[in-house]
């Protein structure tokens, strides 16, 4: 009956955990039968983050990751003072949802902590396939992509450049954990499952590729070339198996370039480089980044008071989405920088709870502590990226990303926990979480 268990753990959390990455498109879906409905099902979302919440606190007898939950409940205090005040609510109460992510924090370390790595890499990689298959499916065949309405759990075209869908979808910081997980696995298998990790890896890389977006995909070589240095430079990996995969890689690289110049491809290849020479998406265009630049600046002017600088402009304050061309309707209140977005909305007080955190809390504690387990460094790789990534664009506000934060926050702080609570007969290098009360063994 321990199979059992597991196997229904892992598809109830891989459902759960679907609702606030979007891999069902439950919102979308049910917003399109009817509006109503859509607000409905947003609605049972929240009372299940709640519950979840509630959960969290009785299981554990305490408030994990409170500062990240502090950060999560500042639309509410928002709200009650809109509410005080009789002011208009509705951009606190869109923020419930983009901050949904955080305050399951709690809830995503009770998890974390009575699940071992075995169970977890299961559960997020079962969900990151997923998303990745979609994304791919979507570019490939740009009608299974859903193009009306935009929706933060949909997959959509965006945008056209020349041919190719540009496909926006949720979860892709999850789908770089799953990337993180198979270069890893690379590195420890062989023969048959190297060959599935590598295809794994390519999937992920593709879904990656097709959102089309300059800043993500350099973040993303970034840190990928990060974990490939850390891994070449591991006493654990023999030397032997380094130059396997670097000869195999070179093979790969030097067939493909073979391929493309000895045949017709060439031509091909030739014409679509020119063809997207003057595309935004394919340049150093300027366009898109003096947008952001100055929506920024036109949020800052609202600025006056130095206690708009340190609890913020509140979620109340809109911008036009185009500063240049405002269009009546189309306004935002938050900003393309995450960042600088979480600093106007929330002031300081908001990006010190983001930053102290849900980025450098667990990071201090992984250095201090030093837990042993195989997740750490594609857990510490995926923060390092959606942190990056924050600087570009728009993450913190946003319930995919912030939950795959949260999701990271959490895993690392309950090995930290588990690794310092385990006792002295469990041993350096041996699974500490084998030793919980209550814990999921590997058997």
């Avoid at 973040?219 to 000869?247: D, E, M, P, Q, Y």
């Avoid at 130095?306 to 900003?335: A, K, W, Y």
Wanted: with cysteine; hydrophobic share 50%; net charge positive.
């Amino acid at each position: 009956m321990q199979l059992r268990r597991r196997e229904v753990d892992l598809w109830l959390h891989a459902g759960l955990f679907s609702l606030y990455l979007g891999t069902l498109s439950v919102f979308g879906f049910t917003r399109r039968i009817d509006p109503a409905l859509g607000s409905a099902a947003q609605l049972g979302l929240l009372l299940l983050t709640w519950t979840l919440l509630l959960f969290a606190m009785w299981r554990s007898k305490r408030l994990p990751l409170g500062g990240i939950v502090l950060l999560a409940l500042l639309p509410y205090l928002h709200m009650l003072y809109f509410s005080a005040t009789g002011e208009p609510s509705g951009g606190a109460f869109s923020y419930f949802y983009k901050f949904s992510g955080f305050l399951i924090a709690p809830y995503l370390w009770v998890w974390a902590r009575y699940r071992d790595d075995a169970q977890i890499e299961r559960t997020l990689m079962l969900v990151a396939l997923l998303l990745a298959a979609r994304a791919v499916l979507s570019f490939a065949v740009p009608g299974l992509a859903t193009t009306a309405g935009r929706f933060a759990d949909d997959f959509t075209i965006y945008e056209w450049v020349g041919p190719l869908p540009r496909i926006f979808y949720p979860g892709m910081a999850l789908v770089f954990f799953g990337l993180m997980v198979s270069l890893r696995n690379i590195f420890l298998t062989s023969g048959r499952q190297l060959t599935l990790e590598t295809a794994k890896a390519v999937l992920f890389v593709a879904a990656l590729a097709v959102n089309l977006s300059r800043g993500i995909m350099m973040f993303a070589v970034l840190v990928i070339t990060l974990l490939l240095l850390v891994k070449f430079s591991s006493t654990r990996v023999s030397a032997g198996r380094k130059g396997r995969l670097v000869l195999t890689a070179l093979l790969s690289v030097s067939g493909l370039t073979l391929l493309v110049v000895a045949t017709p491809l060439s031509d091909t290849v030739s014409q679509v480089a020119a063809g997207f020479g003057n595309q935004e998406r394919f340049s150093l265009d300027q366009r898109n980044l003096d947008w952001r630049v100055q929506q920024v600046r036109a949020a800052y002017r609202l600025v006056e008071t130095d206690e708009e600088r340190f609890l913020g402009v509140g979620t109340n304050t809109f911008i036009p989405e185009s500063i240049e061309h405002p269009v009546p309707g189309e306004v935002t209140n938050e900003l393309h920088y995450s960042y600088d977005s979480v600093r106007w909305t929330f002031g300081y007080a908001g990006l010190v709870l983001l930053v102290g955190f849900a980025l450098l809390q667990p990071f201090v504690r992984i250095v201090a502590l030093r837990p042993q387990s195989p997740l750490l460094l594609p857990v510490v790789m995926t923060t390092g990226f959606i942190s990056l990534v924050g600087i570009y664009t728009v993450v913190f506000t946003t319930t995919d990303w912030s939950f795959v934060l949260s999701l990271c926050a959490a895993y690392l702080n309950a090995r930290c926990e588990a690794w310092r609570s385990a006792p002295a007969s469990v041993g350096y290098g041996a699974p500490p979480f084998a030793a919980f009360p209550g814990g999921v063994s590997h058997d």
